[in-house]
């Protein structure tokens, strides 16, 4: 196949995946890739953004241990890096476990999907906490730990993000993923109990979170 036609098969995944997830949000399942543009390019911000959300969870848990315990800078990284690939897969399985897949079918699915867009967030992000003077070993009440790690995020999604774009565009990356999303039929039974919450609910609660984190360390830090 030609990448004219990669380009176009793409397209036509992303239209009938936006499609797909509107319905579905509406019943109150999965949105992590619902978008109100259509095309490659709302695609690749969708499939990024949904990436970052599970590698900020564990980047940000990963540093918060490292820091409060005291771990060295290379132990705090492998930690987090650690974290990150484990979130980021397991919010990527949940819905289509919820679909209807079995477990060992979803975790192929996502560690072909996700872990070329998690290993480019996971160099990026570390290394821009790496370079940012005292960010590392700022601990948790001081402004510098929260501003290194909202400016890593930013960065991590930046560089993903074409990433994605070059994946998903030869039907690879997420476009894997998404014809199973939805599932293909009414949720019964136990998968019922499988928690799927959209992307931007996660990435608002992430934000706040690291808000809440810098006005602490500033308050601290005035008084």
């Given at each position: 196949m030609t990448d004219a036609a990669h380009a176009q098969h793409a397209e036509q995944a992303a239209t009938h995946q936006h499609d797909q997830h509107d319905q579905h949000d509406q019943k109150g399942g999965h949105s992590s890739h619902a978008s109100h543009g259509g095309g490659l390019a709302s695609m690749a911000a969708s499939a990024t953004l949904h990436c970052l959300t599970g590698c900020a969870i564990g980047e940000i848990l990963g540093l918060l241990i490292g820091t409060a315990t005291g771990l060295g800078n290379g132990a705090t990284i492998?930690?987090?890096?650690?974290?990150?690939f484990l979130f980021g897969y397991t919010l990527s399985s949940l819905p289509l476990l919820r679909g209807g897949l079995?477990?060992?079918?979803?975790?192929?699915?996502?560690?072909?999907?996700?872990t070329v867009s998690i290993l480019t967030m996971e160099v990026v992000d570390n290394l821009v906490m790496a370079v940012i003077p005292g960010a590392m070993n700022a601990g948790l009440v001081n402004t510098v730990f929260w501003v290194g790690m909202a400016i890593s995020l930013v960065a991590a999604f930046a560089a993903a993000y074409p990433v994605n774009r070059y994946l998903l565009s030869r039907g690879k990356g997420h476009a894997l993923t998404h014809e199973h999303h939805g599932g293909s039929g009414p949720v019964t039974g136990a998968r019922r109990f499988i928690p799927v919450q959209p992307t931007g609910a996660l990435a608002a609660a992430i934000a706040a979170f690291m808000l809440g984190g810098f006005v602490v360390a500033l308050a601290d830090s005035l008084t």
């Open positions: 492998a930690l987090s890096i650690g974290l990150a079995a477990l060992g079918t979803a975790l192929r699915l996502v560690l072909a999907a996700d």
